[in-house]
């Protein structure tokens, strides 16, 4: 898989995945994202910002994901075990539904965390929703540690930490 940074000529497409994927998840019974989020605008503005990743697999985005510094102010109910740590959050990491159960997203973290290493960070962190375990299944195994929790307007989050 390639991953690049998105242009701006990808926000339809990343849209898109966005979409199905939430359709997937509440097939599933997970009513993590709707309409109202992520937006379209959010999307722009992560790529317009410059931090928009996705994934090619061919000429198809099979993920995407946000990686920044940023954090919400409900991250400061994390016992962060690295609290003074140089450290990068994940935001919205979603799997193409077309490529899901293809450890995609193991994949996927893997770049993440070389990148991160490469860049001279630390520690990532990341919230994952409660009532996906999908996503905590995977964060779980890849060494993501719960430190706390967050609570935003779908219900609550587990705020996650990984030194790398």
């Known amino acids: 898989m390639l991953f690049i940074r998105a242009s701006i000529s990808h926000l339809d497409e990343i849209f898109s995945v966005y979409s199905a994927a939430i359709l997937t998840m509440e097939q599933d019974g997970i009513f993590q994202w709707d309409e109202i989020y992520p937006d379209k605008q959010t999307i722009a503005e992560d790529i317009v910002k410059n931090q928009m990743f996705i994934g090619l ?50 994949q996927t973290l893997k770049y993440i965390e070389t990148f991160c290493k490469t860049n001279g960070y630390e520690t990532i962190r990341i919230d994952c929703f409660s009532e996906n375990p999908y996503s905590r299944k995977l964060y779980d195994k890849a060494g993501y540690v719960v430190v706390g929790y967050a609570n935003w307007r779908k219900g609550k989050f587990e705020l996650r930490e990984k030194r790398l």
């Open 57 to 106: 697999d061919g000429d198809e985005i099979a993920v995407c994901f946000v990686l920044n510094p940023e954090c919400d102010a409900q991250y400061q109910n994390g016992k962060w075990a690295y609290p003074d740590s140089k450290f990068n959050v994940i935001h919205r990491i979603c799997v193409n539904p077309k490529f899901q159960n293809k450890g995609i997203a193991t």
